[in-house]
């Protein structure tokens, strides 16, 4: 209430909603008399009006009239309005039965009085939102006589919004409630024939997609407002839209968004993972709320895709603090820079460390003591691996074991490995090392405080030197753009999407488990290519050519997400299964381990390459 009376928008409000409930009580006399009130009547409405006025100002105030914002006028607020009216008549029909019993008094005036208030303090509350939300048709008032409702209404991007569905509204709504945001709706489309013809907040329904080359308004930018569309509708709405010419963007599927709210602010442009079918994630958010709520957690790699996007849903779930830690300074700093803008509220603490360095790394352990550690650090990129061995050895092998090592020392509750699909008989170092990683990690659960567990996927949209981006800086460039083979085949899942069933796996893991996320089916890469060409509006083999250039080495044609000897495991999550493997003698895995470390120092290419061999039979390097 304190802040409420400092606020000089109340006293306006007050000022005003007391002048309406003088004029309705006027208004009520002069209409039960037709114009003219007896001098008995006019004395009667003197007396009153001094104790009826500042009664109902006092009920609208006890009904919460006055915490909403004129701006804002919602349903809720006319309810109150109605119910704070009724309460008032009610309260002064008590009070002059009382003092007067109701002599003289006209039960008329007092119905009156109360209808003429609804329409009153309702009516200027509705008024006020329709100037500030310019949301009257621009043919409904003459602009020669209303100027304020059209002064910058041509100024504004028309808008035509694809779904009119749940997300279309809100969208909608923050539009017509913000009018700092420039966009002006012109209509809806929607394929359910039931809506055409309705209105949403004042905005028609015009018709189906289909439609969209043929409608008879003008519109100069579309929306496609429908997150919760397979991607093949996607890919047909995206076609529709690309052929009239005119941007087109769309909104976030609700898994990507942090808060869960669609807003203005995350309209986007087409992305390629929205052309992909997959099914929205379902969580479980109680249990990772128990796993991560009011825990230290520290996330390695923490400034690349996967790890960052790890922070930013453990964000949701209120831990007590996060420690980032990447060996690289510009992702540790745009990491640290996003979360001062948007999570500010999330107490972080950074590390630039190598995590090579055990005695850094072990500083802070120290200092930091988390109880939760996600090990996303890794060398990833395949090619750039097999000319530098040593390095891929050191940083995913070493790394890991410095890492787990610590973990045991400082009784981590749980250590989870982000691992990759590249470790499914793996025909590369990259792959080979991360198969490695895995095996230890799991070698390791059982003999300690720490439970362990590691999570194994494929590839993600957009990630830092993935195909996508490549593709993008190609296409930007004027082409071509350049495929290894017609035939190759990738699992893709969004960055989002993997970072949610990486922090669920982690909260179901009891210790042991390699899990892995249901990654869909395999993408053929040139398909890909050349729905990112028709995405930036161009079309592939005319526009942008695309190249052949022959597989890399150590590069497979189909990726695997199992390997022989592995069998599968349902668990209470429908897209996330647990490998069931043959389990390797302890001692003698961590003699090998120790042995390929010791090569690896030395730098013989040849050299780590048999030894991996040795430690995963399995893995085929390119001859």
């Given at each position: 209430m304190k802040h409420l009376l400092r606020n000089k928008n109340f006293w306006v409000i007050l000022v005003t909603d007391t002048g309406l409930v003088c004029l309705s009580c006027l208004l009520a006399y002069l209409?039960?008399?037709?114009?003219?009130?007896?001098?008995?009547?006019?004395?009667?409405?003197?007396?009153?009006?001094?104790?009826?006025?500042?009664?109902?100002?006092a009920i609208f105030a006890w009904v919460g009239l006055y915490r909403g914002m004129w701006r804002y006028t919602s349903i809720g607020d006319l309810i109150n309005i109605i119910k704070g009216t009724v309460i008032a008549a009610g309260a002064v029909a008590l009070v002059l039965v009382l003092v007067r019993r109701f002599d003289g008094f006209s039960r008329s005036v007092l119905i009156l009085d109360a209808l003429i208030t609804m329409v009153l303090v309702g009516g200027i509350r509705l008024l006020i939102r329709v100037y500030i939300q310019r949301t009257i048709p621009a043919s409904f008032f003459n602009p020669a006589f209303f100027p304020f409702f059209n002064a910058d209404r041509e100024k504004r991007t028309r808008l035509l919004i694809v779904g009119a569905g749940d997300a279309a509204e809100k969208m909608l709504r923050e539009i017509l409630d913000n009018p700092r945001i420039h966009y002006r709706p012109v209509g809806f489309l929607d394929d359910n024939p039931r809506k055409r013809g309705q209105t949403i907040h004042g905005v028609p329904v015009l018709g189906a997609i289909e439609e969209i080359e043929t409608l008879p308004i003008q519109f100069d930018e579309i929306l496609i407002a429908i997150p919760s569309a397979p991607g093949d509708v996607m890919r047909r709405v995206v076609e529709l839209c690309d052929r009239t010419g005119k941007r087109f963007r769309t909104i976030p599927k609700i898994n990507e968004l942090i808060e869960g709210r669609i807003t203005v602010n995350a309209i986007r442009e087409v992305r390629l993972e929205d052309l992909v079918n997959r099914q929205e994630v379902r969580l479980d958010p109680e249990r990772i709320s128990r796993f991560l709520c009011g825990k230290r957690i520290l996330v390695t790699g923490a400034g690349g895709s996967i790890g960052s996007e790890l922070v930013r849903q453990i964000s949701r779930f209120q831990p007590q603090v996060v420690g980032l830690l990447?060996?690289?300074?510009?992702?540790?700093?745009?990491?640290?820079?996003?979360?001062?803008?948007?999570?500010?509220?999330?107490?972080?603490?950074?590390?630039?460390?190598?995590?090579?360095?055990?005695?850094?790394?072990k500083a802070v352990m120290e200092r930091f003591r988390p109880h939760i550690l996600f090990h996303a650090a890794a060398y990833k990129h395949v090619p750039m691996q097999e000319?530098?061995?040593?390095?891929?050895?050191?940083?995913?092998?070493?790394?890991?074991?410095?890492?787990?090592?610590?973990?045991?020392?400082s009784e981590v509750e749980r250590f989870v490995l982000v691992s990759t699909d590249k470790a499914v008989r793996p025909t590369n170092v990259m792959g080979a090392t991360k198969r490695v990683a895995e095996l230890f990690v799991e070698n390791m659960n059982g003999k300690q405080v720490t439970r362990f567990v590691a999570v194994r996927f494929g590839n993600v949209f957009s990630s830092s030197g993935s195909a996508i981006p490549i593709f993008q800086e190609q296409i930007a460039s004027g082409g071509p753009v350049t495929v290894t083979h017609p035939d190759v085949r990738r699992y893709f899942m969004s960055i989002p999407e993997a970072a949610q069933l990486i922090l669920q796996a982690g909260a179901m893991g009891e210790g042991g488990e390699i899990f892995i996320l249901d990654m869909g089916e395999p993408i053929r890469?040139?398909?890909?290519?050349?729905?990112?060409?028709?995405?930036?509006?161009?079309?592939?083999?005319?526009?942008?050519?695309?190249?052949?250039?022959?597989?890399?080495?150590?590069?497979?044609?189909?990726?695997?997400?199992?390997?022989?000897?592995?069998?599968?495991?349902?668990?209470?999550?429908?897209?996330?299964?647990?490998?069931?493997?043959?389990t390797l003698d302890g001692a003698t895995l961590l003699a090998k381990i120790e042995a390929l470390l010791t090569i690896a120092k030395q730098g013989d290419g040849d050299a780590i390459r048999k030894k991996l061999r040795d430690i995963v039979p399995e893995y085929a390097p390119p001859s």
């Amino acid at each position: 209430m304190k802040h409420l009376l400092r606020n000089k928008n109340f006293w306006v409000i007050l000022v005003t909603d007391t002048g309406l409930v003088c004029l309705s009580c006027l208004l009520a006399y002069l209409i039960r008399f037709e114009g003219g009130i007896p001098p008995e009547q006019l004395d009667l409405l003197m007396q009153t009006l001094p104790w009826i006025v500042p009664l109902k100002i006092a009920i609208f105030a006890w009904v919460g009239l006055y915490r909403g914002m004129w701006r804002y006028t919602s349903i809720g607020d006319l309810i109150n309005i109605i119910k704070g009216t009724v309460i008032a008549a009610g309260a002064v029909a008590l009070v002059l039965v009382l003092v007067r019993r109701f002599d003289g008094f006209s039960r008329s005036v007092l119905i009156l009085d109360a209808l003429i208030t609804m329409v009153l303090v309702g009516g200027i509350r509705l008024l006020i939102r329709v100037y500030i939300q310019r949301t009257i048709p621009a043919s409904f008032f003459n602009p020669a006589f209303f100027p304020f409702f059209n002064a910058d209404r041509e100024k504004r991007t028309r808008l035509l919004i694809v779904g009119a569905g749940d997300a279309a509204e809100k969208m909608l709504r923050e539009i017509l409630d913000n009018p700092r945001i420039h966009y002006r709706p012109v209509g809806f489309l929607d394929d359910n024939p039931r809506k055409r013809g309705q209105t949403i907040h004042g905005v028609p329904v015009l018709g189906a997609i289909e439609e969209i080359e043929t409608l008879p308004i003008q519109f100069d930018e579309i929306l496609i407002a429908i997150p919760s569309a397979p991607g093949d509708v996607m890919r047909r709405v995206v076609e529709l839209c690309d052929r009239t010419g005119k941007r087109f963007r769309t909104i976030p599927k609700i898994n990507e968004l942090i808060e869960g709210r669609i807003t203005v602010n995350a309209i986007r442009e087409v992305r390629l993972e929205d052309l992909v079918n997959r099914q929205e994630v379902r969580l479980d958010p109680e249990r990772i709320s128990r796993f991560l709520c009011g825990k230290r957690i520290l996330v390695t790699g923490a400034g690349g895709s996967i790890g960052s996007e790890l922070v930013r849903q453990i964000s949701r779930f209120q831990p007590q603090v996060v420690g980032l830690l990447d060996f690289s300074e510009l992702n540790l700093f745009l990491i640290e820079q996003e979360f001062q803008r948007r999570l500010c509220s999330l107490p972080t603490v950074s590390f630039l460390t190598d995590i090579r360095d055990r005695e850094a790394l072990k500083a802070v352990m120290e200092r930091f003591r988390p109880h939760i550690l996600f090990h996303a650090a890794a060398y990833k990129h395949v090619p750039m691996q097999e000319r530098h061995p040593r390095e891929a050895v050191l940083n995913n092998v070493l790394g890991t074991r410095n890492l787990v090592d610590l973990a045991v020392e400082s009784e981590v509750e749980r250590f989870v490995l982000v691992s990759t699909d590249k470790a499914v008989r793996p025909t590369n170092v990259m792959g080979a090392t991360k198969r490695v990683a895995e095996l230890f990690v799991e070698n390791m659960n059982g003999k300690q405080v720490t439970r362990f567990v590691a999570v194994r996927f494929g590839n993600v949209f957009s990630s830092s030197g993935s195909a996508i981006p490549i593709f993008q800086e190609q296409i930007a460039s004027g082409g071509p753009v350049t495929v290894t083979h017609p035939d190759v085949r990738r699992y893709f899942m969004s960055i989002p999407e993997a970072a949610q069933l990486i922090l669920q796996a982690g909260a179901m893991g009891e210790g042991g488990e390699i899990f892995i996320l249901d990654m869909g089916e395999p993408i053929r890469i040139v398909d890909m290519a050349r729905d990112l060409i028709r995405l930036h509006g161009l079309e592939p083999d005319r526009d942008i050519a695309i190249e052949f250039t022959g597989l890399r080495p150590g590069e497979k044609l189909h990726e695997e997400l199992i390997t022989y000897g592995e069998g599968i495991v349902p668990t209470t999550h429908e897209k996330i299964m647990v490998l069931r493997g043959k389990t390797l003698d302890g001692a003698t895995l961590l003699a090998k381990i120790e042995a390929l470390l010791t090569i690896a120092k030395q730098g013989d290419g040849d050299a780590i390459r048999k030894k991996l061999r040795d430690i995963v039979p399995e893995y085929a390097p390119p001859s």
